[in-house]
């Protein structure tokens, strides 16, 4: 809905607010929304006019619908495209890991040019840039990372690697810099808190540092006895909880190698990973639990062939019965080793490049692209979090997530090498267990996928649940919505959402937001520190870096910690082929496609290739039209798009159908629509049909492409014109 649309605060009555929200004390609203007004002069900034609306007037108990008509009261009638929702504190933005090292350091590192946290970002950003060696340095030495062998340099020129080389010479294990105490810290602090679904009411589980530490040694000897040779790939196919982060830290602390899978795959999708990463053994558990349920999940590894498994109980102890010869229970796993040297271990130290973990991300072949992270790509992850969630020492971070996708290995490293606390939830975000939970555990970054927002916002689970203690919220994975995200700023007295894009191969973002600039909802405020971002035109050409423009985005190459390699595909043909180049150097493909506004801010338009993004997984089309195809005889193609919902959101998906008799005639769409999403389980059980059109033909180019943009384009065109009517 455009600002012009809504009534100026000036405007906005005491009969406005008791229509907004029925039930309220509508006079006592107006009342304090006049206090507010009259707390600034009439030319006042309306950024500020929102901020003071937010402190006095928008408790979380206030209904949405007048923080919804407030906030776009405030902006109405401004030609400005983007409204800042948040605005830093200078005193706040001081206190941030960012503004506490530039307060000390920012002469010295940007000169007479330095002013204050919050005018001094812009300059820091393109420090970061400038002067990697600088940059970096700062940010190991407050991080307190640790190198067995030092580097030579921060980076250097190298023909081996197009964005030049990282840490050369360098030697570490990220796993043991995660086992450290930081400065400031000690091992009898808290690493992670959890609970299990359907515990609401008992106490928090509480892990020390130490207590970690012990057993990521014990399951490290462990899997030294099972006699694989170092570097060997182990994949983990379970749940996110304490188990798999300890095993998680364990693979990466012995020496071998992660092969991280997603708990949600069915059995082909495993069997692909498993084949792709040659895993040589795996851990898992017996069941998921979920709402009292027990949904299989051994049976699945083993429908997949897997190699040599451990399994894990999903009830405690309790035994588990059937285990394929040679699999091992959890308890038999452990066992292997002498308790005398179970709490100990010498970490495995390797050079910078030494892979550390194998993810997937689905390419528009059907494939998916195997993408190693190395010693280096938990640098970035936590650098990101450092610097732009400002996760600090003692703080809580918790976001929903699995280590089959890069976020769940980024929170591992964007909490433990930052000296926070892991909080971990065994049951569903969606829920009020999980609300509680977030404030049971004192969550002080809390991150998710739009789709999770917006199921709390429509079921109101976590309404009766203070979370003051969020600083911030953090956002990736999918587009969001305004409103969503606006109602979700509120349910924390107005703590800001730091949007964060990247990818897998990446180890982290390469746009999002930060504590010192101005937060606008659904968009982004800065690249990631040390990351140089390019918009192409309509010819493949960067336009001039800053200036407002539309198309494919591109990033510079030197970009610490992505990725120079892939397991199963072209590295150089899959991100640098046919790309422009840039001082010399040429440019590294992403594929999304973004828009810098006018007044700064960075807003994502989806995949520029025929990727879709479904609750966080990105996927190709291809991928899910071979399915669909073969759903009913009588269907000649489909084409599956990936359509923005009216107002935004995520991608809802649509299946455009064309039969191979024009005549055919469909009674039912829902039996259609319900028929691809059962065969679609088989590709992803998340993967969820929301609407069925019939076509007579598919829009394709000269060269027989079908161009799913046209569809899309249409198909949100009769969205927005069906929505006029009603």
Known sequence: MAAASHKPLAAITAGDLAAAAPGTDAAALHAALRRALGAGDGDADPAAVWGEICRSLLRPDVPFAVHRMLYYGCFAGLPSPTRPAWTPDPEEAASTNVGRVMEARGRELLGGAYTDPITSFPDLYKFSNENPEAYWKMVFEDMGVEFNVEPFCIWRESRAYPGGEWLPGAELNAAANCLRAKPGRSSEDVAIVWRDEGKDSEPLNFMTLEELRKKVCHVANALDTLDLPKGSAIAIDMPMNVNAVVIYLAIVLAGYVVVSIADSFAAPAILTRLKISEAKAIFTQDYILRDDKELPLYSRVVEAKAPRAIVIPARGSLPIKGLRLNDLSWQDFLGRVNDTKAGNYAAVNQPA???????????????????????????????????????????????????????????????????????????????????????????????????????????????????????????????????????????????????????????????????????????????????????????????????????????????????????????????????????????????????????????????????MNLGGIKVSSIEIERICNRVNDAILETAAIGVPPIGGGPEQLTIAVVFKDQSTQVEDLNQLKLAFNTALKKLNPLFKVSSVVVVPSLPRTASNKVMRRVLCKEFTQAAQAKKSKI
């Not at 550390?356 to 970035?380: C, D, Q, R, V, Y």
């Not at 810098?596 to 807003?603: M, P, S, V």
Request: aromatic letters at 12%; charged letters at 15%; hydrophobic letters at 40%.
């Open 353 to 611: 490049y030494a892979f550390t973990n194998i993810l997937f991300s689905s390419g528009t072949t059907g494939e998916p692209k195997a993408i190693p992270w190395t010693h280096i790509t938990p640098l970035k992850a936590a650098a990101d979090g450092w610097c732009h969630m400002d996760i600090r020492k003692r703080d809580v971070v918790a976001w929903p997530t699995n280590l089959g996708w890069m976020m769940g290995p980024w929170l591992v490293y964007a909490s433990l090498l930052n000296g926070a606390s892991m909080a971990l939830y065994n049951g569903s975000p969606n829920s009020s267990g999980f609300a509680k939970f977030v404030q049971d555990a004192k969550v002080t970054m809390l991150g998710l996928v739009p789709s999770i927002a917006r199921t709390w916002k429509n079921t109101d689970c976590t309404a009766v649940f203070d979370w003051s203690t969020i600083r911030c919220f953090s956002s990736s994975g999918e587009a969001s919505s305004v409103d969503d995200y606006l109602w979700l700023m509120g349910r924390a007295c107005y703590k800001p959402v730091i949007e964060y894009c990247g990818g897998t191969e990446i180890g982290g973002g390469f746009v999002t937001g930060s504590l010192l600039q101005p937060q606008a909802l659904s968009a982004f405020s800065t690249p990631a520190m040390g990351c140089n971002l390019f918009i192409l035109d309509s010819s493949g050409n960067p336009l001039p870096q800053d200036s407002v423009g539309i198309g494919e985005l591109a990033l510079d190459p030197i970009l610490f910690g992505s990725s120079t390699t892939l397991l199963n595909a072209d590295h150089q043909e899959v991100y640098f082929n046919g790309m422009p180049e840039w001082n010399g150097r040429i440019l590294r493909r992403h594929g999304d496609e973004f828009e810098r506004t006018c007044d700064g801010y960075y807003r994502a338009h989806g995949r520029a290739d025929d990727t």
